[in-house]
């Protein structure tokens, strides 16, 4: 064998010099620069700590070369093995990509209830605490939510029925002032002129009428089903939010002590996770409607307050709700103000919709649900190229709930391995209602230093497992 210096450092003492993930030191940089070399000697000469089947030299040589074949088949056993696992991921993802298509229709409501929750469930929670029952507790929030929406709009109604006749009459003169600029110079042309084509284009619309038809029956059915969605919702976000701390208890006693634990801990950091993507996305329109609302306050265009709140509320449907706002605040503003006016409100829109778009929502979604903003984007752009409207507006919290289980299961790992100790792991089971803060820390920080193998972990005394 050479003479060249061996690093044989056990794998447990290895580990256990290793400092937090969290916060890399510089011993743990001195330790990965000293055992790297020795992990490529190792390579070279065929053996290796990790890999028992690897293919090593006879003990008894000093001098031995491993013949190639060898090498070789242990590399395509190794690849075939991976390949293997990589066609089952495949083929389960494909069932349950269509499995998700069958039942869509009802995890669409259960998906838009958990949404609502996160929003209305800080105020039932506040209610349950000084004893005021689950039941009148749900209801008495989600009414106050309703009446918090209808009085917004009921608000704006007086100003909105006020201005809508003085806007009727300046959409009529504005066409009136189109055709005079259509019959005058430069232009000269006649009204009668336009016959052949308007001819031409009923007599399309006539041909088209049965397409037209089925098309407006679709409409309505799609509206209906809308409406039943929503109403679905509504009814299963009283019951979550009523009986939604029963949820995990049950959970844990139908799934066991260890798998239960480990559910509860990572369904916890997955609600937190939605409510921060709820915070976000309102914060985010709040900018949207206050930015357009003083862009139009200071172009004098009509119902800019009502144009706000309606910019605030299309901010929470992804792409149609703000193109269906800012179209909206370019109608009024170009027939009550004229076509210069109208073409500074696009602008307006535009350098807002930006602005929000590319930097601040990725941002602020970005830290709320600790993902990158690059995440974020791809995130909203596969979402709405496969599933529509409704998938632009699910994307993110389900790739933040993705994370958060990824980021989990790469906690456990590092913990296993004794990389990390349960002291350097955040449990969020205690930020719950579902069971008291106690029970949860004490509980799932039992099952997690289990896990650990590393030497002179911290201990952690907590009740015995049940059997």
Known sequence: ????????????????????????????????SEDFPAAIEALAEGTSQDDPDAPKPPADSEEHVTDRAVILGHDGRWLAGWALRFIILVAAGVILWRGLGM???????????????????????????????????????????LGLVVGIFSAIAPSVAKQIPELVNRASD?????????????????????????????SVIQSQGSNIASGVFSGISSASSAVVTLVV??????????????????????????????????????????????????????????????????????????LAIVTFFAGFIPIVGAFTAGAL????????????????????????????????????QSKAMNLHAAVVLLAVTVGSTLFGIIG?????????????????????????????TID????????????TASEGVNAVRQRLSSLTRRKGAASVTSAPEEE
């Open 1 to 32: 064998m050479s003479e060249r210096k061996k690093h044989d450092v056990p794998g447990a003492e290895r580990a256990a010099e290793v400092s937090p993930i969290k916060q890399p030191s510089r011993e743990t940089s001195t330790r990965v």
């Open 103 to 145: 039942i869509w229709v009802g995890l669409l409501p259960v998906l838009l209830a958990l949404i609502i929750c996160t929003v209305l469930w800080p105020p039932v929670s506040f209610l349950r605490k000084r004893r005021v029952p689950a039941a009148l507790a749900t209801i008495l929030t989600m009414l106050g939510a």
């Open 424 to 435: 350097d792991i955040q449990i969020a089971t205690a930020q719950g209602e579902a069971i």
């Open 174 to 202: 504005g066409i009136n002032r189109v055709q005079d600029w259509i019959q005058g110079p430069p232009l000269n042309l006649e009204l009668g002129e336009f016959d052949g084509v308007i001819q031409e284009i009923t």
């Open 233 to 306: 919702a509504l009814v299963l976000t009283f019951f979550f939010l009523k009986d939604g701390t029963r949820f995990l208890p049950w959970m844990r006693k139908y799934t066991g002590g260890n798998v239960g634990w480990h559910l509860t801990e990572v369904l916890s950091r997955s609600w937190n996770t939605l409510a921060g993507f709820v915070r976000a996305q309102a914060l985010v329109s709040f900018v949207d409607a206050f930015f357009i609302g003083l862009g139009l306050v200071l172009l004098n265009v009509p119902l800019a307050l009502a």
């Open 329 to 364: 605040a370019v109608i009024i503003a170009l027939v009550s103000n004229g076509l210069t006016n109208a073409v500074l409100v696009l602008v307006l829109i535009i350098a807002v919709q930006q602005l929000e778009g590319n930097i601040l929502q990725p941002i602020i």
């Open 392 to 420: 632009a507006f699910l994307a993110v919290p389900v790739a933040a709930v993705f994370a958060v289980w990824f980021r989990y299961h790469s906690e456990m790992v590092a913990l296993r391995a004794g990389e990390i």
